[in-house]
């Protein structure tokens, strides 16, 4: 199974929505709630390149993007090779 980091924040539609195709999937994740963590904050603008909107997508280290970016990696039919990686 990849590593995949999900950081998020409790009341964020796009979390959610992300959290749920990666669950459809049957991928496990590691969430990182920025709120309850602000001092993971900076961590997740830095290695997201400066992206300031939660969800920030991870996948064994590789910055996926959001959850636009991330059904979007879907519906090209790049996310499920991601999951089946690792
Ligand atoms: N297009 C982005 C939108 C994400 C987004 O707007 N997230 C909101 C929370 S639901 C956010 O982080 N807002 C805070 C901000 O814009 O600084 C995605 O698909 O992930």
Known sequence: MPKIEVYSS???GFCHRAK????QKGAQF???DVIAHPERRNEMVQR???GRTVPQ???DGQ???GCDDLF?????GGLDPLLKAG
């Open 10 to 12: 409790p009341f964020c």
């Open 20 to 23: 749920r195709l990666l669950t």
């Open 30 to 32: 590691t969430e990182i």
């Open 48 to 50: 997201a390149k400066g």
């Open 57 to 59: 997508i991870f996948i």
């Open 63 to 65: 910055h996926v993007g």
């Open 72 to 76: 979007a990696l879907d519906r090209r």
